[in-house]
C-alpha cells in the first residue's frame, strides 16, 4: 500500500481491483458479500496512514473511473460540471478554471480525487466541498446507482455522512468568471501553501483536526515537538500538523508520534486532539 498513499507508508493489501465500470463494481460488491470480504475504497491515499500488517480484503481502486462532464451551463453563467470519483482534484480544477469557472479554487494543492474530498468534505480556509456540491452519486451495497442532493447530506468539518456505499462522483454548481482572475488565484494559493507546508515530503497532510478554538499546528509547535522524530518519522519543521516521512518511516513510528503528540499537547494545553487522517490496516 506505501506506493499507493501519499505518506509512501503501509504494508500490502490481500488483493487490489481497479474495476473499469458499473457492472465491475456492482459484480465486486456482490462478490465481496458473499465470501464475507471486506473493501476499503481507496482514492489518492492521501488522508491515510495504513498500518505496517497490510490491508485485509480487498482495496477498490477508482483510478479509472476518471471522466470529467459539463452537465449543464447556461446564459446566466451557472454551470454544473460532473467529476467521477476517481478524478484528481487538480485535474478537475485545469478543467474548471480553462473553462473560466469559478467556485473550486480553494482545492488548490489538495491532492486527493473527488471521492476522497467528498467522503472528507475536504477544503482550506477558503471553501469546502460542501459549499459547491450540488449532488453526489454513490452505488450503494446492493449494487444500485443513487443520487443524493447536497440538502439531503450533513456535512461537517472533514466529514460528511452519506450512506453505506461507494462514491462514483459528484456534480459541482459553479459560474463563469474570468479565466485569468480564476488563475491568479490558483496560483496564490498554492504559492501559500508552499511557503507553510512542507510540500513534495510524503505526508498525510494535517494529522490532527483544528480544535474548536485555535489551530492544531500553533498547539503542537509550542508543545515544543517541531522537528521531533521517531525512526523516520518527524514532526515538520515547516507545519508541525504534518508527520513527515523522512525515508523509512513505518506506520508504527508515525502512531507512536501521535500518541506523544496528543499526550504532550492534552498535558500542557489541555486540548484533546482529535485525528484527521484515517488509520486502516493491521500492525
Ligand atoms: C500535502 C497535503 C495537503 C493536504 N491539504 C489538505 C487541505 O488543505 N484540505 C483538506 O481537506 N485535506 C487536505 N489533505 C488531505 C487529503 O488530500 C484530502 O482529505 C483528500 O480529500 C483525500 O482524498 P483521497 O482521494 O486521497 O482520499 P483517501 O485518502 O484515499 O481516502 C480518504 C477516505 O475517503 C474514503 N473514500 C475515498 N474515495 C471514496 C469513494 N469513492 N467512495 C467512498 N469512500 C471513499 C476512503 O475510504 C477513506 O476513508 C492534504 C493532504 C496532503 C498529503
Known sequence: ?????????????????????????????????????????????????????????????????????????????????????????????????????????????????????????????????KDVLKQVRMMDLKGNVIEIDREDIKFSYRTAKLPKGIILGGSFALHKNNSKKIKDKITTLTGRRKEKQPIGVPSAGSVFKNPAAGFAGALIESAGLKGYRIGDAEVSEKHANFIVNKGRAIAKDVISLINLIKEKVKKEKGVALKLEIKIIGRD
Do not use: C, W, Y
Not at 12 to 38: C, G, R, T
Not at 82 to 99: M, Y
Open 1 to 129: 500500500m506505501k506506493n499507493h498513499t501519499s505518506f509512501k507508508i503501509g504494508g500490502p493489501a490481500d488483493i487490489m481491483v481497479f474495476p473499469q465500470d458499473l457492472q465491475d463494481l456492482a459484480n465486486l460488491l456482490h462478490i465481496a458479500d458473499e465470501e464475507k470480504v471486506s473493501l476499503f475504497i481507496l482514492g489518492k491515499g492521501s488522508n491515510i496512514l495504513v498500518k505496517d500488517g497490510g490491508v485485509r480484503g480487498i482495496v477498490v481502486n477508482l483510478q479509472r473511473f476518471d471522466k470529467i462532464m459539463i452537465e449543464s451551463e447556461d446564459e446566466n453563467g451557472e454551470a454544473v460540471i460532473f467529476a467521477e470519483a476517481g478524478v484528481n482534484l487538480s485535474r478537475l480544477l485545469n478543467f474548471t478554471a480553462s473553462h473560466g469557472l469559478t467556485g473550486l479554487e480553494f482545492t488548490a494543492g489538495i491532492p486527493g480525487s473527488v471521492g476522497g474530498a467528498v467522503f472528507m468534505n475536504a477544503g482550506s480556509f477558503d471553501g469546502e466541498i
